[in-house]
């Protein structure tokens, strides 16, 4: 087989979430993966400490879900699933549905996160006209919040950069929750903070202003990942639910980040005991395999929407190409599989305690502002380079890629979030080499 060329031109890829100009002149580029650790192109083995982009949960390449892309691959390339169908859609939404929430059956695919959300916005107004409240168009979401970069999650979402070239195309209906980062109150917690549960109270504010009879759904991540690691204050989620609740208004958790494992359960739901109305997922969902996402809403939902018309009529006018891509579902059932055989949800749950004490042990690392964490997740807040905000975590970032880790940045925040398969002593590895990091930069 001959030798794949050397790339050495760069420029054709404009690349997403990138300073293109800064990592061109000293580009970082793997080539292969396995199990826990990347390959890079100048032949070092890299430490997986981010699940690629929080997304790899099972490790990397692994042969069930590679042998079930290829049979499928070469079985069924495509197939529409407009007006039309293929069993393994109906087997992957079967199986998606079995780790849910209960009542929360009725799956819809997309291709990733930034359409699950956008597919669960409009459910969400379709619902509500299908119940003859059609009024009822306004979105809340939070500050800070991260919902993927479609014109309805960046509304929703709340990180300013995320917005600014685009505030004027913005959906106009639109308002945000407080986020719940405090560092005076809340610095070094580990796991949930005891205090900021009221902060879920400015619902009712916001109901106040808009009037209950407005509002179509409320949607927040239960645990923000992108924006840094925000851990949600203990009894916030069940206050949100009970607002939702008693005005009616339907409550999306953006499971992206904490679907699939990532907090030692299936979603981050059944974590807290916090049942929504509609779950976004993505990234785990297949391995991040195959570019994949999906929406599970509960079935009174769907029934609602589905029921509302003519039995002939189409439902809801939304769909994409790749809908239910069958190589697609195909990753995903051999995940599902590879997690419940594996039993990684709940070896993730077994890690956890190690996690947090090595993660905690960086207390007194130099520049360390904040650390957060929860399950196999945590963030790392560093005191900002005068002048210069988001160079620091940069070079920190820089030096543990240069030593074998990968981890991620964020502004001047690190975060982590290895693959579940992970053993204790690469937790050890990746916030020892963090550590150094530390140690070495201004």
Known sequence: MNARPVIDDLS??????????????????????KGMYYRSTDGRDVLDGTAGLWCVNAGHCRDEIVDAVQKALGTLDFAPTFQMGHPLAF????????????????????NSGSESVDTALKIALAYHRARGEGQRTRLIGRERGYHGVGFGGISVGGIAPNRKTFSGALLPSVDHLPHTHDLARNAFT????????????????????????????????????????LVPPKGYLQKLREICTKYGILLIFDEVITGFGRLGKATASEYFGVTPDLITMAKAINNAAIPMGAVA???NVHDTVVNAGA???????????????????????????????????????????????????????????????????AGI???????????????????????????????????FSPPLIIEDDQIDQIFGTVRKALESVK
């Open 190 to 229: 580990k796991g949930q903070p005891s205090w900021g549960e009221h902060l879920a109270e400015d619902l009712e504010r916001i109901v106040a202003l808009h009037d209950p009879s407005t509002i179509a759904a409320v949607i927040v991540e239960p645990l923000a990942g992108s924006t840094g690691v």
């Open 91 to 110: 087997e992957a939404a079967t199986r998606v549905a079995e780790v849910m929430p209960e009542g929360l059956d009725r799956i819809f695919f997309t």
């Open 297 to 299: 809403a509960h079935r």
């Open 12 to 33: 054709s890829f404009w690349m997403p979430f990138t300073a293109n100009r800064q990592f061109k002149a000293a580009p970082r580029l793997l080539e292969s993966a």
């Open 381 to 415: 807040e560093l005191e900002p380079r005068e002048g210069a905000p988001g160079a620091r975590a940069y070079e920190v970032f820089v030096k543990c890629f240069e030593a074998g880790v990968l981890v991620r940045y964020t502004a001047d925040i690190l975060a």
């Open 311 to 377: 039995a002939n009529a189409i439902e809801l006018f939304h769909g994409y190409t790749y809908s239910a891509h069958p190589v697609a579902m195909s990753a995903a059932i051999a995940t599902l599989d590879l997690y419940q055989r594996d039993k990684l949800f709940e070896r993730a749950a077994s890690k956890a305690e190690k996690f947090e004490s090595a993660v905690h042990a960086l207390r007194d690392a130099p520049f360390v502002k904040d650390i957060r964490n929860l399950g196999l997740v």
